[in-house]
């Protein structure tokens, strides 16, 4: 009986496919650290002192537990941003990376996307109130008076929203890829049972 052996090289469509994927994972990971770093800087360094009716008085982010939980949010990501990078291309080495790695992937991007947007909102509400303030319950807006700080707090939430982006991006990608190698995995399989079926029945055919 002659032996069945898979044809696992690719050609050179399929190499130019997965480099390009590999270079715009590892670009898409890279702006993600980029984007939550620098929302984090800009938080941080969100202080402004006014000098209001003689009064000397200060806004910073350190003052809302929101604005706070936001940078928690942001360092958490970043962070796991930095992982992810290192594991990713780790295993892209290997010539046949596996679904479940994939499938990790996935996980570890959906949780710093549902991580950052969670810190996101809850810094636009406050943000919200200090740029509008709230007639209702007697709330004057204070960025007519810390447009600086102001400021700050906008491009850093901008930079949020835009790293969850990033992360969506990064989750529906890999949730494809692991999709096709599930596919391809069953199609290869199949066309192996088919031609060892095959070689099978011409062995008893000719005996």
Not at 6 to 16: A, D, F, G, I, Q
Not at 44 to 70: D, N, Q, R, V, W
């Amino acid at each position: 009986m002659e032996s069945f052996e898979m044809n696992t090289e690719k050609n050179p469509s399929e190499r130019l496919t997965e480099k390009g994927f590999l270079i715009g994972q590892a670009a898409v990971r890279t702006m993600s650290i980029a984007t939550t770093l620098i929302a984090i800087v800009l938080m941080t360094t969100s202080k402004e002192h006014k000098l209001i009716f003689g009064f000397e008085l200060a806004a910073s982010y350190s003052y809302s537990p929101a604005f706070k939980f936001c940078v928690a949010a942001n360092s958490v990501a970043c962070f796991l941003s930095v992982t992810s990078l290192c594991v990713f291309l780790y295993y892209v080495r290997l010539s046949h990376p596996s679904q479940k790695i994939y499938f990790t992937m996935f996980l570890l991007d959906l949780m710093v996307m549902l991580c950052v947007v969670s810190g996101s909102s809850a810094a636009t509400a406050i943000g919200y109130i200090g740029q509008y303030g709230n007639s209702h319950a007697g709330w004057m807006p204070i960025c007519d008076h810390f447009g600086k700080f102001c400021n700050r707090i906008k491009a850093s939430l901008i930079l949020t929203y835009l790293s969850a982006l990033l992360f969506t991006v990064l989750a529906v990608w890999t949730t494809l890829k692991a999709i096709k190698l599930q596919l391809i995995s069953e199609s290869e399989h199949n066309l192996k049972m088919r031609k060892e079926n095959k070689i099978g029945n011409d062995f008893v055919s000719s005996s």
